[in-house]
């Protein structure tokens, strides 16, 4: 009893104290395989995980497009640093397949040409799991490898009939007791034996929505794979639903925050005159706050992407002047080395034109201050729009809260059409913003920031409407019962009249076959 105590204790620990946990995630993904179909998601799904996993406190071991030896340097690396951890997360994205019950992650130089292959070529879940169970007192598997995946199939073929049913399709599913702890979460991007989508934007469905609510605060993890199997199972038209194996003896929580008292105080009570002086304020804490993070995290992303798209040392340096410890500081630093590596220093100093004047080298905070206001001056673009992940039910809410805003959208259907995209510009030119139809993270959160009130109002009156919908559709449905009761009781009183003659009954049915037997002769 109390060693089950102290577990408890542990995992509450590890949910409300990120700051004293231990927390330690492996994240992969390969997409650009040498011998077999490239996926297009999967290094974008490591980066974006990496980056939202490092800003809960997490220490990552990443790894993009790796092979066989390069993946197992990263489990390597990634057993030293999770022993002893309160929480150890791996998230894999790429290929993988299953044969016997044994799920086996595909690095991009994998040919499996045979069952010897499978030991030599690939790596499997249990053999990184079994390095998470060290003294590990929360372990978390994500696995988006579901993908339809023609190494399967080829090895399939080449073990002949009687062996080639043990390669199913999918991922095989993991049970909990395997894992060795009770503190244990398992998800997949969908059921065991079945195929994933890897979609059409830059993340799959699964890891785009798993990046939406990983970080939400104060939603447990159970409640977040909740969210995230019923997003995408929607935004899949019902064809993907992802399955989830949990075994917690609490509550955890990835992001857990405090509530400021005051401000609740503030807002819901108060006379009317401390109210009416501090509601300034409250409606600072509630507009600037989300703005301003969401503005700081556009700001650091723009760079990233610029130092990206050029993809020269100096841009990544510049990166890094600018955040050394930023999200994406790893993956920079990696970028430089490659570059290095392969002879490309030439991009640091390029040529000098003669009589061309030499620009100063950008201090880090030149870089910053030189970049626009991402809320007021980056335009939305296609790209940035869709980087947001929004399924139909989330454009639902932003034609709402364009409603609300005072631009008529009409009704919110979930698709941005015309009519949408005008509402858009037409609120990015009322605040000043450039008017493209489309948003940015930035933008979003101004939009939310500036309708908080106005939806909240909303929603409860759409729930109120449901409850009274729900409430009227049983009270029909008692009525109904009812009437149906009274009908087969008179019914029952008809034939147990002793079988006695109903003639305005003969008559009707008389006409209906008679009815009938014209319309036959008729023809």
Known sequence: MFKRLIAVLTIILAGTAPALAK???????NGAYEHTVQLPNPANDAEQMAAKLKALGFEVVAGQ??????????????????YGADIAILFYAGHGLQVAGQNHLVPIDATIEDETSLDFETITVDFIMRQMSKDVKVQMVFLDACRDNPLARTLARRM??????????????????????????IAFATSPGDVALDGDGANSPFTSALIRHIDTPNASIQTVMTRVTGEVYEETEKKQRPWVNASLIGEVFLNKQEVPAA????ASLGNTATATAQQPAVNNAVSTSPSQSAIAWEREKLIWETAKSSNTVADYKAYLDAYPSGLFADFARNSIKRLEAGSQVASVNPTVVPGATT????SSAGVVATLPDPQKAVPGTEATEASLG????ARREVQTRLNLAGQDVGRPDGAFGPKTRAGVSAWQAANGIVATGYFTAAQYALLTAQTATQYSVYQAEVNRKQQ???SASRSATSTRRTNNTTTHRATNNNNNNGGSFNPAGAAFIGGVVGGIIGGAIGR
């Not at 497009?65 to 990263?74: F, I, K, L, V």
């Not at 489990?75 to 999770?82: H, I, P, S």
């Not at 009687?162 to 979460?185: D, F, N, P, Y």
């Open 263 to 266: 401000t609740t105080t503030v």
């Open 160 to 185: 002949g009939p009687s062996r080639s049913g043990s390669v199913g399709a999918g991922l095989a599913e993991i049970k909990i007791q395997e894992t060795g702890g009770e503190g244990s979460v």
């Open 23 to 29: 927390r330690v995630a492996l994240v992969l993904g």
């Open 65 to 82: 497009d790796q092979t066989y030896g390069e993946m197992r340097r990263s489990v390597m690396d990634f057993a030293k640093k999770a």
């Open 359 to 362: 620009a100063p080298a950008a």
């Open 468 to 470: 009274a919908a729900a």
């Open 390 to 393: 929004w399924n139909r039910t």
